[in-house]
């Protein structure tokens, strides 16, 4: 069973750049394909990109493409994914999830969340 | 790009009732789709994949059908518990995107 905990709530300025890390146990990071969600408050789900799990390429939903850049440290079984240019639009919980693959690949597992707040 | 519209936005049920969650696809999606729930403060659970499997742990109350551009999630006898917004999912290969629907909100009265 793979197991996801995610780092801590971050307060940040409009402008600036957020890094939000994910630890996988359960699995090594180069048995997972690791993608990232993110929820604003009251609103549904949204799929921010993640690793293709055909050929490990990093993919990017439109929206983000440009501000987001998602790295893995197979070291220590971290994913991070970090977005820039904040601004308060970006307000939101930010989960990591792995792929779980059947007759097609879905997020399976979760972490718990980062909140990310955006501020003056 | 595929869009996926559930309905109703909100269903208000007792104990006991029936729940039946709708998903249209904008284009056929063939079998691969998959449904969550999310309780409040929590983070999405996978209740269904590949339109009808259950994922391990979950209910055979929860149940999923359908083909093409239509899919239903069927949760046969409500427990309190099951109060949640519930997602349908979809995943593209090209250009490669993970889409999700706008949420039924679960009631229970």
């Known amino acids: 069973q793979v197991q996801l905990v995610q780092s801590g709530a971050e307060v940040k300025k409009p402008g600036a750049s957020v890094k939000v890390s994910c630890k996988v146990s359960?699995?090594?990071?180069?048995?997972?394909?690791m993608h990232w969600v993110r929820q604003a408050p009251g609103k549904g789900l949204e799929w921010i990109g993640g690793f293709d799990p055909q050929d490990g390429e990093a993919i990017y939903a439109q929206k983000f493409q440009g501000r987001v850049t998602m790295t893995e440290d197979t070291s220590t079984d971290t994913a991070y994914m970090a977005l820039s240019t904040l601004r308060s639009e970006d307000t939101a919980v930010y989960f990591c999830a792995t792929l779980f693959c059947a007759g097609d690949c879905y997020p399976g597992y979760w972490g718990q969340g980062t909140l990310v707040t955006v501020s003056s | 790009e595929i869009v996926l519209t559930q309905s109703p936005a909100t269903l208000s049920l007792s104990p006991g009732e029936r729940a039946t969650l709708s998903c249209r696809a904008s284009?056929?999606?063939?079998?691969?789709l998959a449904w969550y729930q999310q309780k409040p403060g929590q983070a999405p659970r996978l209740l269904i994949y590949?339109?009808?499997y259950r994922a391990t742990g979950i209910p055979a109350r929860f149940s999923g059908s359908g083909s093409g551009t239509d899919f239903t999630l069927t949760i046969s006898s409500l427990e309190p518990e099951d109060l949640a917004v519930y997602y349908c999912?979809?995943?593209?290969?090209?250009?490669?995107?993970?889409?999700f629907g706008q949420g039924t909100r679960l009631e229970i009265k």
């Open positions: 284009q056929s999606i063939s079998s691969y």
């Open positions: 359960g699995y090594t990071l180069t048995e997972v394909s």
């Open positions: 999912q979809h995943r593209t290969n090209w250009p490669p995107s993970i889409t």
């Open positions: 590949d339109v009808s």
